[in-house]
């Protein structure tokens, strides 16, 4: 289908939900705010988090900085841990390479947390590059990380033979905002309504259908 595969990571590889969740959860007792049921805060899973904070939370600007700082507190060394790769990822990973595939991980999670859960699951080896955001918030968005992969890779952004591949709508309208479509993944955190109106062009339900859509 395509020679470039920019992957998402949090919740298309691996789920995050325990560490990710806990870490917001110490934030929050940090900062003496309550504490929301842990499983509302699987929407926290994704986007960048100094947005949702605001969003769902309804933090200032200023709590919500606050709350990332605290939330990496937890995260740097006990919550990137708190993870699991999906069944079927590594295999559908080495189709993919075995095929010739360039493979990337493009994600809105600081890039060096990104790449030690990748090293942590000896999955790195599958990528030729990996994107992340920044840990000062210059490149949060996943346009912004996009824009920075296809320099890296100096890859036209909209080249027709580029795919991003993730499960939330924010995946699909950061792709499409410099040109590149997208096939969502239903074992993450969006539903098929979500990545249908965000115009995913193809959707899978398992790695091994995606890896056939892939290929």
Known sequence: MAKYLFFDLDGTLTD???GITSA????????GMEKPERAFLGKFIGPPLTGSFREYLGMTG?????ALALYREYYRDRGLFENALYP???EALAKLKSAG????LATSKPEPFARRILEHFSVNGYFDEICGATLDGTRETKAAVLRELT??????????DAVMIGDRRHD?????????PTVGVLWGYGSREELEA???????ETPEELASILL
């Open 16 to 18: 995050p939900f325990e």
């Open 24 to 31: 917001i959860l110490y934030a929050l007792g940090k900062m």
């Open 62 to 66: 200023e709590e919500a900085d606050r």
């Open 88 to 90: 079927g990822i590594p």
């Open 101 to 104: 595939k360039t493979v990337c």
């Open 151 to 160: 320099a890296r890779l100096a890859v036209d952004p909209a080249d027709p």
């Open 172 to 180: 699909a309208e950061g792709a499409r905002e410099i040109g590149i």
């Open 198 to 204: 965000a115009g995913c062009v193809r959707i899978a």
